[in-house]
């Protein structure tokens, strides 16, 4: 079995190429506002990016579970509620405030692996 964050950050990827693709072919025809449509491109975007920061740190920094943490959460209040708002703002609007939640999370991420003893194969001799 492989390392949970070493799965979840794959499988995060593969979703974020999946909503990606449907929003460049199959939103469009649902939702016309250029605006809806670029907030489900930056989702996605966010997504594959900190996708690959978790499998990074996975193999990177594996005792960083802090960094990873940070990463899913921020995966999902940042995308998932850009994605649900941009298919149905009134239905989702109470998740508005979420959305920089999750943007504080991948950013803390970021800081969490900053502060990461690197891996030998990383430092300089």
């Keep these: 079995m492989p390392p949970l964050f070493w799965t979840i950050g ?4 593969a979703s ?9 072919h199959g939103l469009k025809k649902h939702i016309s506002d250029p605006a809806r449509l670029a907030n489900w491109s930056t989702a996605a975007q966010y997504q594959i990016i900190h996708s690959a920061a978790i499998v990074i740190t996975s193999v990177a920094a594996p005792q960083n579970t802090l960094a990873a943490s940070l990463f899913t959460a921020g995966i999902t209040m940042f995308s998932g509620s850009i994605y649900l708002l941009t298919l149905d703002p009134q239905r989702w609007k109470f998740l508005g405030p979420v959305t920089p939640l999750g943007g504080l999370c991948l950013i803390g991420g970021w800081v969490a692996l900053a502060f990461t003893k690197r891996p030998v194969w990383a430092v300089r001799k």
């Design 10 to 13: 794959c499988l995060s990827g």
């Design 16 to 24: 974020s190429v999946m909503l990606g693709a449907f929003g460049a």
